[in-house]
């Protein structure tokens, strides 16, 4: 059983261009988290999708970001018209439920580069 | 937002030694887990602790719970240089796995 795959490992954009992220959670899961870690600070949370459907995306910029767990295939976070602030590593998690009785599985995260 | 903090934010010893890390919390929660990052990785679970357990075993790893005071400790004992990492604690409240607190503890263990 693969882990939470992501791709691409490192990501380089210049500014104002489109940065798509992907994630293949763990085969069983149907939950999917994405997190945002800055240099030198802790993750912060910005989205959990079940199988089509955003359930929570508290963390989540108004403008610019996006993300979808389609019926079929990955989740895709999308960052649109990148700047430089949006340079982070970008993890995802997922789980087979809520996360209440299980742990989730991380995946080894995007670096996203914006120059 | 982030809502709590981990404790010592680095922490430096040698190869052998114990090391206890800290993480508080300002909500009520289902469980606690503690993960591991190298640097430049992603994160690894190590231990997950269930709010209604006040203690943890694994190989190495000791976890405690204190839900009256919203405080949780890692204790790594006998290092190893292997051990050289970020230590985070995440917790869940339900409904999914939202935040994980603070920026970690940056753990250094000298051969």
């Known amino acids: 059983n693969a882990g939470v795959m992501q791709n691409p490992r490192h990501l380089v954009r210049r500014r104002g261009q489109e940065a798509r992220l992907r994630c293949s959670p763990m085969k069983g899961h149907s939950h999917v988290y994405w997190y945002r870690q800055l240099p030198e600070e802790g993750l912060k949370f910005m989205v959990y999708l079940q199988k089509e459907n955003i359930i929570d995306e508290s963390g989540m910029p108004k403008e610019r970001f996006s993300a979808e767990f389609p019926k079929e295939g990955p989740s895709i976070l999308r960052i649109q018209q990148v700047v430089r602030g949006d340079s982070a590593a970008y993890f995802c998690a997922s789980s087979p439920d809520q996360g209440s009785k299980t742990e989730a599985f991380f995946g080894q995260g995007t670096r996203l580069t914006v120059v | 937002s982030q809502q709590g903090e981990e404790d010592p934010q680095a922490l430096s010893i040698q190869e052998g030694e114990n090391a206890t890390m800290n993480c508080s919390y300002k909500?009520?929660?289902?469980?606690l887990q503690w993960y591991r990052q190298n640097s430049g990785r992603g994160l690894v679970h190590l231990i997950l602790?269930?709010?209604?357990?006040r203690e943890k075993h694994s190989g190495r790893l000791r976890v405690t719970l204190d839900t009256s005071k919203k405080s949780s400790s890692l204790l790594i004992t006998a290092s190893r240089a292997a051990d050289t990492a970020s230590y985070f604690c995440a917790t869940v409240k339900g409904g999914g796995f939202k935040t994980i607190f603070g920026a970690g503890t940056r753990l250094f263990v000298k051969a």
């Open positions: 602790i269930r709010s209604n357990e």
């Open positions: 909500t009520s929660i289902n469980n």
